[in-house]
């Protein structure tokens, strides 16, 4: 893994094409899961916003909370380690970029390299921690759960019912790990390439119900008709087809992909910037830098 000479020489400080450009260099990893880096780090950068709380205001990705124990060992969050393994050469390369916004922007160039949409993304997270907006365990979801705990958690972050079906079509990209989860294996048969196929087969597949050996975790497996590879579903995945409000979404982004990716593109730039305030010219108002709390 040659991550060190990612994207050339290093950055002028606001030069997010730089940036950019390492991250899609360090994609391809030949010997870590199916081939890409990618996957994980849309999940870090939707992990380390969707803490965020409408009500109180705390969590979300300002402050990159998760590089300390209290969030980072969420064992919600078991697994991003690689992730930020992954970023570790960029942050090297490109030093002044915060963590915050280099997690969230490697997350929309993963999508955008990986065949998704472009997805709006502007910068200014600090990385600046301050204590009383730390969000508790327990604010991600619990895939063992389903349609009441899921619109719980995401109403909590603002989101509606159509949002969490788009949104929930990143599925479509990685795989579980009994290990990280107690849940294992993936739920497209091509998951380095973002599309609209995971809602196409939660329609198209019989889902019967299977324990995973290594966990005793309850999911939901199928076997693929052309490649005979056997692909799973999360309860909560299952929950948006048994539910008929999510399931009228599900139709929609399983017959047209042009509109997920739309829909997708703007709830994932919606998810990136909960919790980060900013004023006319886009610049962050709510850094925190001078009140109390800790700088890494
Ligand atoms: C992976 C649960 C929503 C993106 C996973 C895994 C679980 C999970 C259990 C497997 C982790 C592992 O074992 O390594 C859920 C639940 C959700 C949800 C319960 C909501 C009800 C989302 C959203 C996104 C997302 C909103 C992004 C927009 C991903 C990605 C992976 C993943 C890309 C693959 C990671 C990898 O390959 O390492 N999710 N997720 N998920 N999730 Fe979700």
């Not at 078991?78 to 930020?84: D, P, S, T």
Request: hydrophobic share 35%; glycine share 10%; charged share 25%.
């Amino acid at each position: 893994v040659n991550q060190s000479q990612a994207g050339g020489q290093g950055s002028k400080p606001g030069d997010f094409e730089a940036v950019r450009k390492s991250v899609i260099d360090l994609l391809k990893q030949p010997d870590y899961d199916d081939g890409s880096a990618g996957p994980v780090l849309v999940r870090l950068a939707w992990h380390s916003a969707g803490t965020y709380d409408v009500e109180t205001d705390t969590g979300g990705s300002n402050g990159a909370g998760m590089r300390y124990e209290a969030e980072g060992g969420d064992p919600a969050n078991a697994g991003l380690q690689n992730a930020r393994l992954f970023l570790e050469p960029v942050k090297r390369q490109h030093p002044w970029i915060t963590y915050s916004d280099l997690w969230t922007l490697a997350g929309v160039t993963a999508i955008r390299a990986m065949g998704g949409p472009e997805v709006s993304w502007r910068p200014g997270r600090t990385d600046y921690v301050d204590d009383s907006k730390l969000p508790p365990r327990g604010r991600l979801p619990d895939a063992a759960q389903g349609a009441a705990h899921i619109r719980a958690v995401f109403y909590r972050m603002g989101f509606g019912d159509r949002e969490i079906v788009a949104l929930s079509g990143a599925h479509n990209l990685g795989r579980c790990h009994a290990g990280n989860s107690g849940f294992e294996g993936k739920w497209v048969n091509n998951p380095t390439r973002f599309s609209n196929q995971y809602f196409r087969l939660l329609l198209s597949e019989e889902w019967t119900e299977k324990t995973v050996p290594e966990s005793g975790a309850l999911q939901f497996a199928s076997v693929d008709p052309v490649t005979e590879e056997e692909l799973m579903m999360l309860p909560t995945d299952i929950a948006l087809t048994t539910d008929p409000e999510f399931a009228k979404y599900v139709r929609m982004y399983a017959e047209d992909k042009a509109l997920f990716f739309e829909d997708f593109s703007r709830a994932f730039a919606k998810l990136m910037e909960l919790g980060i305030r900013r004023d006319a010219e886009g610049r962050v108002t709510n850094t925190d830098n001078e009140k109390g709390g800790y700088r890494s």
